[in-house]
């Protein structure tokens, strides 16, 4: 098994349906997130990538150098269609499950952390970070390249402590 690489900022997709953009200050106001990054399915599977069992991790972005990341959700308005099960985790380089633990994504809906829209553990730091998303395939039926449908929306408010004052 390996962890096939994508960086969201340089992939390309099919569908054109990426997505990495700074919320309005109105959107933010009124819903509590200030980034959105879209994943769609066609930058996760590669054709080349047929070991069952395989993960492919999306980084994101960065944070900025002090920040603390608070609310966290992602919608999955299309649900990603493959053989086998299909988990979706969110976190950092460093814990790609620090946010968001891994769930289904093969059903439409929302993924959150057990309290809700509050990430699943502390997510803040002194230094940026490399926020990224990990999709998992099933081990014995299940390959990136099986991958044929599903969007992920992965909605964060990230501050930026060192610009609040």
Request: charge should be negative; include cysteine; glycine fraction near 8%.
């Amino acid at each position: 098994m390996a962890d096939q690489a994508v960086t969201l900022s340089t992939a390309t997709s099919a569908s054109n349906n990426i997505r990495i953009a700074p919320l309005s200050a109105e959107v933010a106001g009124e819903y509590g997130f200030t980034h959105v990054f879209r994943v769609p399915f066609d930058i996760i599977n590669t054709s080349t990538w047929t070991t069952q069992g395989d993960t492919v991790t999306v980084t994101l972005g960065t944070t900025p150098a002090a920040y603390i990341i608070d609310r966290v959700a992602i919608y999955i308005p299309t649900a990603f269609a493959t053989t086998g099960t299909l988990t979706l985790s969110l976190g950092t380089s460093s814990n790609t499950a620090l946010a968001i633990a891994a769930a289904s994504c093969k059903t439409a809906g929302m993924l959150t952390a057990a309290a809700g829209c509050v990430p699943a553990n502390k997510v803040e730091g002194t230094s940026a970070a490399t926020l990224q998303c990990r999709f998992t395939t099933q081990s014995a039926t299940g390959a990136p390249s099986d991958i044929t449908a599903g969007i992920a929306e992965i909605y964060l408010r990230i501050l930026d402590v060192g610009a609040l004052i």
